[in-house]
Nanobody, 115 residues
Framework: QVQLEESGGGLVQPGGSLRLSCAASGSNFGAYRMGWYRQAPGKQRELVALITSVGSTTYADSAKGRFTISRDNANFTVYLQMNSLKPEDTAVYYC?????????WGKGTLVTVSS
């Protein structure tokens, strides 16, 4: 089993940057596909970015060119570097860990992009 805890959210002005972190506890972190999802008020949760156990990445169109997902298997952590933030990026960002037999979510961290 895996426990996930997100951090790094906050208030940022449009055009600014934030780096989100997701600390995982449990075993076999390196075997999990890790992902970041977000949910804006009144909207469904949506994919932001994924990174596989071997480091292959996938991004939503809205994140391409602005966000970068990375992982540090030695420290059981996954990151989301977010640049050129826009008001429409405002959402609760959730970390996800997925492998056969397990699908885990963190509690989320709020990102607010506003002037």
């Amino acid at each position: 089993q895996v426990q996930l805890e997100e951090s790094g959210g906050g208030l940022v002005q449009p055009g600014g940057s934030l780096r989100l972190s997701c600390a995982a506890s449990g075993s076999n972190f390196g075997a999990y596909r890790m992902g970041w999802y977000r949910q804006a008020p009144g909207k469904q949760r949506e994919l932001v970015a994924l990174i596989t156990s071997v480091g292959s990445t996938t991004y939503a169109d809205s994140a391409k060119g602005r966000f970068t997902i990375s992982r540090d298997n030695a420290n059981f952590t996954v990151y989301l570097q977010m640049n050129s933030l826009k008001p429409e990026d405002t959402a609760v960002y959730y970390c996800n860990a997925l492998r056969y037999g397990g699908n885990y979510w963190g509690k989320g961290t709020l990102v607010t992009v506003s002037s």
